[in-house]
């Protein structure tokens, strides 16, 4: 019989970009800190003006407390910026990820 605690963790690494097609579900190397954390990236990259942690919430699906935190952890990290104090933007230090050396990625992204 599985705990409550345990049914929320598998529940909550299903919301927004499916976790479980990420590697997630139930391995135990799974960070869904990280996944959240992601999801939230890919939500203000999709967004064309900043957004607000309530907007966020809804797009992904995620509590504003956990938006609020993933977008502290942006923020100080420097992968995201704020305009104010309710907007939030990706800042343009994560370009990094985009310019990779694609000769370095394996064959299964795209490098065939």
Same mark, same amino acid.
């Given at each position: @019989?599985? #705990? ?11 919301? =927004? ?6 590697? =997630?579900? =139930? *391995?135990?190397?799974? @960070? ?30 995620? #509590?504003? #407390? ?20 309710? *907007?939030?933007?990706?800042?343009? *230090?994560?370009?990094?990820? $985009?310019? $990779? ?12």
């Amino acid at each position: @019989m599985k #705990s409550d605690r345990s049914e929320a963790v598998t529940s909550n690494a299903r919301v =927004g970009m499916n976790a479980t097609r990420a590697g =997630g579900s =139930g *391995h135990p190397d799974f @960070m869904l800190s990280l996944a959240r954390g992601l999801q939230v990236a890919r939500a203000l990259a999709r967004r064309k003006n900043p957004s607000t942690v309530s907007q966020l919430s809804l797009e992904t699906g995620l #509590s504003r #407390s956990v938006v609020r935190r993933c977008l502290y952890t942006l923020t100080e990290v420097g992968l995201a910026g704020r305009d104010d104090r309710r *907007h939030f933007f990706l800042s343009t *230090h994560i370009q990094w990820l $985009a310019d $990779a050396p694609r000769d370095r990625w394996p064959r299964t992204l795209g490098n065939a």
